[in-house]
């Protein structure tokens, strides 16, 4: 199919570029460098047809000169309309934009599908690691039945500063703020919900289901203390920022939270502002990729990545998503940090409360002496209600001299 207005298979292949920030410019500087090499590879030849900014281009003037759009804006407007209206009128689109796909991401898919055109969107979800190919293609065959995520590389930067350091969150941060780690205002990061939005677009992938933002609860890492990484070290357990999406039963859960995991699992090993992903499918064990999950130029390269596979034609398109249950109250395994009164019975009684709900407990450690008592557990894995119906009476104890710390731990490793 040759979009009105197209040049057809044969001269350059017309890209309109939507924004030119970090990105965008980026990604132009990039495709100018490249096209010689893609037009040997690939037979055409790439270039910038026009560019929309706040100030500069006019958007149906744009799209009439384009074979394809790529949407560096961010945001959902008026990025969302323009992308639609380039699909309508049959050209493919290559976004980098998380918060479109886990908004937007039925219309998207739909539209794509409709007018058969090609929605790419790889550098939406960590930067330049290749998480959405694989996923989409190399995997098409394999039953995924779990991703867990490094999505976020502000948050793995300051849960790495804390492990590395002693230090607290707030100079982690601040740390992160001063090498550019982290943006001034850091709470789309720092409260899991930008790794919320890359879950539900991983999720959608990998279990061919319309998963959006909302279905995702998250959880960030500003309540995380320099004594939860310390004591955790103590039980061979590292803290990160984990998106987990799995199939259980007949429904599927996507969540977001910190969590221990132990050194035999991949994800436990990615330091600083990288990303990873892991996906589990019986057909495979599990693969891991990992990489600079932001960037200006890493994510450009992501973006004309994906521009060079939409001039290789045929189109490849999402399949309809189906429909499954999401699950919200999920089995997990826990650590619990409780500051409590120095004297006999205590680990007795918490140990009870635990017991009469379930909770079995796989490693204790006791700390420190008098007013700086404090028990640190992990749990086996249970079903996070009968956790949490325990945490309440054990946080009514009266030798229990602050509210329980809470996070999760991911028990798999892969040795
Ligand atoms: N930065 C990264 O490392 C990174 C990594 C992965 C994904 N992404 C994604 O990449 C996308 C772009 O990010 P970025 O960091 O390059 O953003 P950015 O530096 O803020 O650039 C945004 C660009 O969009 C233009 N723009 C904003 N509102 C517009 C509007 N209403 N109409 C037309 N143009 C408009 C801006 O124009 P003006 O120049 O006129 O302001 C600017 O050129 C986002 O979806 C982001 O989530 C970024």
């Known amino acids: 199919m040759t979009p009105e207005g197209s040049s057809g298979e044969s ?11 970090t990105v965008g410019a980026a990604f132009h500087e990039l495709l100018e460098a490249r096209a010689d090499a893609i037009e040997q590879g690939v037979g055409r030849r790439p270039e910038i047809s026009g560019v929309l900014t706040r100030s500069r281009g006019q958007f ?55 007018h058969q055109v090609q929605l790419r969107f790889e550098a939406a979800v960590a930067g330049v690691v290749p998480a959405i190919r694989v996923m989409a293609e190399t995997l098409a065959a394999a039953h995924i039945e779990r991703v867990h995520g490094i999505v976020n590389g502000t948050t793995n930067f300051i ?57 995702v609860p998250y959880e960030g890492i500003e309540r995380v203390t320099p004594e939860d990484i310390e004591y955790a070290k103590d039980l061979g357990l590292s803290l990160k920022l984990v998106g987990r999406a799995e199939r259980i039963g007949g429904g599927i859960a996507v ?35 990992s990489g600079p999950g932001a960037g200006g130029t890493q994510t450009a390269s992501a973006v ?6 939409a001039m290789i034609p045929p189109p490849t398109l999402p399949p309809p998503a189906v429909e499954q249950e999401i699950v919200m109250d999920v089995e997990s395994a826990f650590y ?31 700390k420190g002496l008098g007013d700086d008592a404090r028990l640190v557990m992990v749990m086996h894995p249970v079903l996070e209600s009968k956790f ?28």
């Open 159 to 215: 849960l790495t500063a804390m492990e590395e350091t002693g230090a607290s969150y707030e100079d982690a941060l601040a740390e992160a703020q001063r090498l550019g780690f982290a943006e001034a205002d850091p709470s789309e990061d720092v409260t899991g919900k930008d790794a919320a939005a890359k879950m539900a677009i991983l999720a959608r992938l990998a279990f061919g289901a319309p998963v959006g933002l909302e279905q």
């Open 388 to 415: 949490r119906a325990a945490i309440d009476l054990i946080a009514r104890l009266d030798f229990v001299r602050s509210s329980p710390r809470v996070i999760r731990v991911i028990e798999e490793v892969f040795e």
């Open 11 to 21: 001269g350059p292949f017309r890209v309109g570029l939507l924004g030119h920030g």
């Open 304 to 309: 004309l990545g994906d521009v060079i596979s």
């Open 255 to 289: 969540h977001v939270y910190p969590a221990f995991l132990y050194g035999g699992h991949p994800l436990a090993s990615v330091r600083g502002s990288f990303n990873a992903v892991t996906i589990e499918s019986p057909a495979i064990t599990e693969i891991t990729l």
């Open 60 to 114: 149906d003037d744009l799209l009439e000169r384009s074979d394809l759009i790529v949407e560096l804006i961010g945001g959902t407007e008026p990025a969302l309309d323009y992308v639609l209206r380039a699909m309508r009128a049959g050209r493919h689109v290559v976004t980098a934009n998380k918060q479109l796909l886990s908004q937007h991401g039925d219309e998207l898919y739909a539209t794509a599908y409709e």
């Open 336 to 366: 619990l940090h409780l500051e409590v009164a120095d004297r006999p019975g205590v680990l007795a009684q918490v140990a009870e409360i635990l017991g009469l709900q379930g909770v079995s407990i796989k490693s204790v450690v006791q």
